[in-house]
């Protein structure tokens, strides 16, 4: 599993438990007990897995099983603002393999990585249904359509600049 | 784009507030829940849908009707209705328009199934990627179960029923209804075997009807209109319409609906508005990873589930990707196959294994390593793979493949013995190439190349070599006369 061990505080290990008991601690209710787990913690590390399975009296193996079957569900924590290239069909025949790889040059890491100063990670999706706007960037929340490889730059420095007044404020 | 199109799945979308019950019931909405619940018998609504002719949309076309009717005939003391809006094809998102759009007539549907089948429960399957639609969602059940339209003895019949939502996570597989259902069971959403059918086992256990979100939207008109009028739209053997997310390099791009019946034609180049920039038609991609790509000869064949079958693709949800001259064939075919090699779940072999194998024959073709054994070797595994596949995803991977051989096999052709590819897209056989009419002999791409495969004068023509050049690109990155192509 994760390579760095993290230590969970006593709070957090309370606020998953509150999760699963307001879900009943079903074994049956465990995707939505890990959307809310990762909603609170940003990702699944091994750590809040072990919680979840002996809160639900599951198998660790089992909750890991579902983690990693999911593209949903993260055992990396994401960036501060995670970057999200749509590569479905529509936006494929648009170009949106110009585009990540510039993301992948401007930013120096892969697909599934986080950059080092944790500011930014890049992943692929299969088509979040906007594909009169190929291709499609999500930032965070934010969608930036039709874009071209000329643009990433700017989308990379709007980010960037958007944390900098937000510290500011 | 309004003309030629026939809005019955979508006839809201757009025209009412879907967060508003009132205006949903003020266009006839709840209507036919409450004809079906205080005067018909369940017999008699199945026997209503199946004489409509209404087919499933979610891809496979099964008749609606027989569906209803196999899981009323099942006996058991807890049943349950579901409702799939896990719409994961690449370039189909009409599930999610209809939901953020129109949500009630989902919500209508589920119950007028649930009071036919004998069931006081239902769940939405949504992906977690569509937060909007899952909103509007909760709030039209909550308004819904305020009105008295769900919840306990609806339109004081007796009937009662409740909706809960079930959120998906990022797999493709489970929009296969027994994937689905293990999903919902919080499980991997691996799909099993078939028999038992949900329809006599399925959530929990229980006998479960498991119907799409654009199914769904269609049934309370049916109820409303009655089934002759809807059994009067589309074809023989497919009624009433189709919505197709209609994308690519078309100049008109979004959702439409229309007649079964209709054209490739009509839809591509009269609604669709024709090729983008003047560009010559290529092919069109219907049905996602499991349709197949069409081509001019198709463009004048009706759009109906047994003919986009017959065709070698197939309805699927509804996906609509065209395709000009620019799109490599070969290239398209491997991109739909790393789809379904990142989406196979792993359960059974031929697909975990044989559509990996595919996806790296399609990539040695794509590098100029290809062989004309290879294209043979395509063809028998994917026919393998479809025979032998446990669901639907791996029964129908292999069909942008085999689809592209068939109609484009020229293409894959050149890409094999000639080794180009004759649409300028896979980079490994391209070369670059310094135009002479352009060149100014300025030195700039002489000083970017990093391996010194550019030579030439100050003022002269400028050239490559292609043995050294390492097609890093940068020459075509700092000429400032467009001298420098790839060809």
Known sequence: MSSVKIELRKDQVEKIHAFCDQCGNEPGELINILHRTQEEFGYLPAEIQEVIADKLALPVAKVYGVVTFYSFFTMIPKGEFPISICTGTACYVRGAEKVLSEFKKLLDIQVGETSADGKFSLSCLRCVGACGLAPVVLVGDKTYGRIAPDDVKEILEEAGGARTRGQGD | ?487
């Not at chain 2, 008699?44 to 569906?67: E, H, M, V, W």
């Not at chain 2, 001019?296 to 509804?318: F, Q, W």
């Not at chain 2, 484009?408 to 890409?415: D, V």
């Not at chain 2, 003022?459 to 690109?473: D, M, Q, R, S, Y």
Request: negative net charge; aromatic residues 6%; glycine residues 12%.
């Open chain 2, 1 to 487: 784009m309004t003309n030629r199109q026939l809005r019955i799945a979508l006839r809201n979308c757009g025209s009412i507030n879907p967060e508003r019950i009132e205006e949903y019931i003020a266009g006839n909405g709840y209507l036919s829940l409450g004809k079906v619940v205080t005067g018909m018998e369940p017999k008699q609504a199945i026997q209503l849908l199946i004489d409509s002719g209404l087919r499933g949309r979610g891809g496979a076309g099964f008749p609606t009707g027989l569906k209803w009717l196999y899981a009323m005939n099942s006996e058991a003391d807890q049943k349950y209705v579901v409702c799939n809006a896990d719409e994961g094809d690449p370039g189909a998102f009409m599930d999610r328009s209809i939901l953020e759009g129109d949500p009630h007539s989902v919500l209508e549907a589920m119950a007028i199934a649930g009071y036919c089948i004998g069931a006081d429960k239902g769940y939405i399957y949504i992906r977690a990627e569509y937060p909007l639609a899952i909103r509007r969602l909760k709030i039209a059940i909550s308004q819904a179960k305020e009105s008295g339209l769900l919840g306990e003895n609806i339109f004081s019949s007796g009937f009662s029923f409740d909706i809960d939502l079930k959120y998906g996570a990022g797999a493709f597989v489970c929009g296969e209804e027994t994937a689905l259902i293990h999903s919902m069971e919080g499980e991997r959403g691996e799909p099993s075997l078939k028999p038992p059918f949900p329809a006599e086992s399925g959530y929990l256990g229980m006998p479960t009807n498991v119907n799409n979100v654009e199914t769904l939207a269609n049934i309370p008109v049916i109820f409303e209109k009655g089934a002759d009028w809807f059994s009067k739209i589309g074809t023989e053997k497919s009624k009433g319409t189709k919505v197709f997310a209609l994308a690519g390099k078309v100049n008109n791009v979004g959702l439409i609906e229309v007649q079964m019946g209709t054209t490739l034609r009509e839809v591509i180049f009269d609604i669709g508005g024709g090729i983008r920039e003047g560009k010559k038609f290529k092919a069109v991609q219907t049905g996602g990873p499991s349709g197949g790509c069409l081509t001019e000869k198709h463009l004048d064949t009706p759009i109906d589930y047994e003919n986009l079958v017959a065709n070698g693709s197939m309805m699927g949800s509804g996906g609509m990707i065209v395709m000009d001259e620019d799109d490599c064939m070969v290239s398209i075919a491997r991109f739909y196959l790393e789809f379904s090699v990142d989406e196979s779940c792993g359960k059974c072999a031929p697909c975990r294994i044989g559509n990996k194998r595919l996806h790296e024959l399609l990539d040695r073709i794509c590098q100029g390593n290809g062989t004309d054994a290879d294209l043979e070797r395509l063809r028998n595994l994917g026919e393998v793979i479809k025979d032998t596949s446990l669901c639907g995803l791996g029964q129908s991977s292999p069909n942008p493949v085999l689809s592209t051989l068939d109609n484009f096999f020229e293409e894959f052709e050149s890409h094999v013995r000639d080794k180009k590819c004759p649409a300028g897209v896979c980079r490994d056989l391209l070369e670059y190439f310094i135009l002479e009419d352009n060149c100014v002999g300025c030195t700039a791409c002489a000083r970017a190349c990093p391996v010194g495969a550019i030579t030439g004068e100050r003022k002269e023509l400028h050239v490559v070599n292609t043995a050294i050049c390492i097609k890093c690109g940068a020459c075509m990155e700092k000429c400032k006369f467009d001298a420098v192509v790839l060809i």
